[in-house]
């Protein structure tokens, strides 16, 4: 069996009157992720962590923003995509670790939906998916309410 490790990142613009999608699920909220596609931070880092790992570059390289098939596209089916392509290769997820860095709204309530939606697009159990939200302390554009970041761990396996 051949394990692999990958990380992602990515970060956002929150505006006003934007849908703020998150983990695949609509979250309420005055302000969304501003973005080519719906923006969502969560999906993007899986794809980004994911891509790592099997070593198939990032999800730009993929899903460019300057192509408009991908213009206002739902992030779950990017992430769908990037599922086909690393089991195209053989590997499998063994898990994800994602951190949402968000000063509001509070998402906790919002993780248990987040984890199921994304094990149905990811074809894995929900407890292979860690998802903790946390703010940045007031401190920087996170804490100015300016923007969204979130980080992903992806471990896989053949």
């Known amino acids: 069996m051949k394990i692999r490790v990958g990380q992602g990142y990515d970060v956002h613009q929150l505006v006003e009157g934007r849908a703020f999608w998150l983990g695949g699920i609509l979250i309420p909220h005055t302000h969304g992720a501003q973005g080519h596609s719906d923006a969502d931070v969560v999906c993007h880092v899986l794809c980004d962590a994911l891509l790592g790992a099997a070593n198939l570059r990032n999800?730009?390289?993929?899903?460019?923003?300057?192509d408009p098939r991908w213009k206002g596209v739902d992030s779950k089916l990017l992430l769908a995509e990037v599922l086909r392509m690393i089991r195209e290769k053989g590997y499998e997820v063994s898990n994800v670790d994602v951190t949402v860095v968000l000063q509001e709204p509070k998402l906790n309530p919002h993780i248990p939906a987040m984890k199921t939606c994304l094990s149905g697009v990811m074809n894995v159990p929900e407890d292979d998916i860690s998802i903790k939200a946390t703010t940045s302390e007031h401190m920087g554009f996170v804490g100015r309410k300016e923007g969204i970041a979130a980080f992903c761990v992806a471990l896989i396996h053949s």
């Open 59 to 66: 999800i730009g390289y993929h899903f460019s923003d300057k």
